[in-house]
């Protein structure tokens, strides 16, 4: 089946210690987002891109990078991760921007 | 730009129907979606509609659209316990969606 699988599930990282969450997608679309979701809050996207394309939200901030080293992966990657930074990780993809989107599952990220 | 707004909460009895509701701001929304949260998990597709329709039914589920209104709801039949989720809809705008808050469904047997 064609999905969008994101690893791992759940993280720990420490205070300040650099950490990368992983997304995968066997859809072939062009488009792939990453969304940041605390609880009982609607998702917040943080960027996406349209092919190699790179856009980023305006109050994403710069402690929050991404890449896309070809069109199945996409990586975040989060350089010194705050308290605050604890939260559901999601990666989505669409096969055109504006289109519906299909998620992974999430990982939950814990910053102890 | 686009706002898209939803009640928070529903309760709803085992077995009958439940209704969330959503308003949105941007009349040149094409497609509007409806998408479920299970605790713990993404965001599952539900079912959109397109712009020019203003009713669809998909076994359980009925969308109806009101574009003079900008209201968009979400009709769950035989409302099941498997139904508890978190349901937020969304609109496309600037080649993103956005997204409402999320209504809580709470089914009680």
């Known amino acids: 089946d064609a999905m969008v699988i994101q690893n791992p599930r759940y993280q720990v990282t420490q205070f300040g210690k650099p950490v990368t969450l992983s997304c995968s997608q066997t859809?072939?679309?062009?488009?792939m987002y990453w969304y940041q979701q605390k609880s009982s809050q609607a998702p917040k996207l943080l960027f996406h891109y349209y092919d190699k394309d790179f856009n980023n939200e305006a109050d994403t901030p710069d402690n929050f990078q991404s890449r896309r080293p070809n069109t199945s992966f996409c990586f975040l990657d989060i350089r010194s991760p705050g308290l605050g930074d604890a939260a559901m990780y999601l990666c989505?993809?669409?096969?055109?921007?504006?289109?519906?989107?299909?998620f992974g599952p999430g990982t939950r990220l814990t910053v102890t | 730009g686009e706002d898209v707004e939803q009640s928070l909460f529903l309760s709803v009895r085992e077995g009958d129907s439940s209704v969330i509701n959503c308003t949105y701001t941007?009349?040149?929304?094409?497609?509007l979606y409806w998408y479920k949260q299970e605790p713990g998990a993404g965001l599952q597709l539900l079912t959109y509609i397109f712009s020019n329709m203003d009713m669809k039914q998909d076994q359980r589920l009925t969308v109806l659209l009101n574009k003079k209104d900008k209201h968009l709801s979400l009709r769950i039949a035989d409302t099941q316990t498997g139904d508890s989720a978190i349901y937020f809809c969304a609109a496309p705008q600037g080649g993103k969606l956005i997204f409402g808050q999320g209504t809580e469904l709470s089914v009680k047997p």
């Open positions: 859809l072939n679309h062009n488009v």
């Open positions: 989505a993809t669409s096969s055109e921007a504006g289109g519906e989107q299909y």
């Open positions: 941007d009349s040149s929304s094409t497609y």
